[in-house]
């Protein structure tokens, strides 16, 4: 009977949240405050959105286009150096590959925090503050241990006599990983794919940072920027985030089956 309950009382404390967001979407923006951000969205209406969509700042649009041109170059240039350079680290038992291997470990242990400041100074010695290359690079530089982790589990449990056979019939090592070993991490291409979306998706201090009240706004910074000092539309902002949320819940229930494959390969291959 109690572990019933438990699981009840868990669940509750992660759906609330969500019930609270949802609700308020189609719920009129004077009715939400206080007591009444739990209540029933009675009369329903759509007049959230539809601001939301049809404001002539375009202030949702502009941070929807940020976003999606920051995750998608982000996450392509991630993926694939991470690939290679797994491939690298797994294939490879020398000096060279244990160094490289304690950096990356240190680079996991390091919060973004942390590195931010002398980022943006190294940023700005090469010309790449307040531009959204700039901010790529961050992302680039911060998220590939992660991936080359993911990745490497993958390419331990694939055996290496397929590129040696490869070699036989002549492919080089580039194509023998582009062409072999490339097409069989898919699990794992989309397990990262995935988390590195959702984590550059939600990021909210390296934009704001890195690219600047002025020079651009993702859909967090619009959140940010949508909050009046002495004004609240509770409606638009609710609105705002639901928005926000379903280009990345589209993206993973695409690659959901391939993410579950991942999840499952890894924890049995190593």
């Given at each position: 009977?109690?572990?019933?309950?438990?699981?009840?009382?868990?669940?509750?404390?992660?759906?609330?949240?969500?019930?609270?967001?949802?609700?308020?979407?189609?719920?009129p923006s004077a009715l939400i405050?206080?007591?009444?951000?739990?209540?029933?969205?009675?009369?329903?209406?759509?007049?959230?959105?539809?601001?939301?969509?049809?404001?002539?700042?375009?202030?949702?649009?502009?941070?929807?286009?940020?976003?999606?041109?920051?995750?998608?170059?982000?996450?392509?240039?991630?993926?694939?150096?991470?690939?290679?350079?797994?491939?690298?680290?797994?294939?490879?038992?020398?000096?060279?590959?244990?160094?490289?291997?304690?950096?990356?470990?240190?680079?996991?242990?390091?919060?973004?925090?942390?590195?931010?400041?002398?980022?943006?100074?190294?940023?700005?010695?090469?010309?790449?503050?307040?531009?959204?290359?700039?901010?790529?690079?961050?992302?680039?530089?911060?998220?590939?241990?992660?991936?080359?982790?993911?990745?490497?589990?993958?390419?331990?449990?694939?055996?290496?006599?397929?590129?040696?056979?490869?070699?036989?019939?002549?492919?080089?090592?580039?194509q023998a990983f582009w062409r072999?070993?490339?097409?069989?991490?898919?699990?794992?291409?989309?397990?990262?794919?995935?988390?590195?979306?959702?984590?550059?998706?939600?990021?909210?201090?390296?934009?704001?940072?890195?690219?600047?009240?002025?020079?651009?706004?993702?859909?967090?910074?619009?959140?940010?920027?949508?909050?009046?000092?002495?004004?609240?539309?509770?409606?638009?902002?609710?609105?705002?985030?639901?928005?926000?949320?379903?280009?990345?819940?589209?993206?993973?229930?695409?690659?959901?089956?391939?993410?579950?494959?991942?999840?499952?390969?890894?924890?049995?291959?190593?």
């Amino acid at each position: 009977m109690r572990r019933p309950l438990v699981t009840l009382a868990v669940t509750s404390v992660f759906f609330v949240p969500l019930y609270v967001a949802l609700v308020n979407v189609v719920k009129p923006s004077a009715l939400i405050p206080g007591a009444g951000a739990i209540a029933l969205p009675i009369p329903p209406t759509l007049d959230n959105l539809s601001a939301v969509l049809t404001d002539p700042t375009n202030l949702f649009w502009a941070s929807l286009a940020n976003s999606v041109i920051v995750t998608t170059l982000s996450v392509i240039a991630l993926t694939l150096l991470s690939a290679m350079l797994a491939h690298y680290l797994a294939r490879t038992a020398g000096r060279w590959g244990r160094l490289i291997t304690v950096l990356l470990l240190c680079g996991l242990m390091i919060p973004p925090q942390v590195i931010l400041v002398p980022i943006t100074q190294v940023l700005r010695a090469f010309g790449l503050m307040t531009t959204v290359q700039g901010l790529v690079l961050f992302n680039v530089g911060y998220y590939i241990p992660f991936g080359v982790f993911v990745f490497t589990g993958f390419l331990k449990g694939i055996p290496a006599d397929l590129e040696e056979a490869a070699a036989i019939d002549g492919a080089g090592r580039g194509q023998a990983f582009w062409r072999i070993v490339f097409p069989l991490l898919r699990p794992a291409t989309a397990s990262v794919l995935i988390f590195l979306s959702v984590w550059i998706w939600n990021d909210f201090l390296s934009p704001l940072i890195i690219l600047g009240p002025g020079q651009g706004t993702t859909v967090t910074t619009g959140i940010y920027r949508s909050l009046g000092q002495y004004s609240f539309d509770y409606g638009g902002v609710f609105a705002l985030m639901f928005l926000s949320t379903l280009p990345v819940l589209i993206f993973y229930l695409a690659l959901q089956k391939q993410f579950v494959k991942g999840l499952t390969g890894g924890a049995t291959k190593g």
